[in-house]
C-alpha cells in the first residue's frame, strides 16, 4: 500500500482545485502519524493558532496504525483528483 500512499502524497501538490483548511488539515495529521506515529513534543502556546491547529488534530489521531493513517490519506486524495 505504500505506492499507493506515495502516489497519493505527490498528487496533493498537483491538485488544481485548493481542497480547504479542514481537508489540508486532515491530510497534514494523517501524513504524520503514517509516517511519524503518535504526536510528540509539547503544544504549541495560545498564539500559535496555525502550530496548535496541527497538534491538536495529529493528536486525535493517537494510537491509529500508521497503515491505517495510509490508507485514509490515500482514500482522501483519491476522493479530490478529477475522475
Known amino acids: 500500500m505504500a ?12 491538485l488544481e482545485k ?3 483548511n479542514d481537508v489540508k488539515l486532515r491530510l497534514y ?6 509516517t511519524e506515529g503518535d504526536v510528540s513534543g509539547s503544544r ?5 493558532f496555525v502550530g496548535r ?3 491538536d488534530a495529529w493528536a486525535k489521531l493517537r494510537g491509529t496504525p500508521s497503515e491505517d493513517a495510509r490508507l485514509e490519506y ?3 486524495v483519491d476522493g479530490l483528483l478529477p475522475p
Open 3 to 14: 505506492s499507493d500512499f506515495d502516489s497519493a502524497v505527490a498528487a496533493v501538490g498537483r
Open 29 to 34: 495529521a494523517l501524513y504524520k502519524q503514517a
Open 74 to 76: 490515500a482514500r482522501i
Open 53 to 55: 491547529a496541527k497538534y
Open 18 to 20: 485548493d481542497p480547504g
Open 44 to 48: 504549541p502556546g495560545m498564539m500559535d
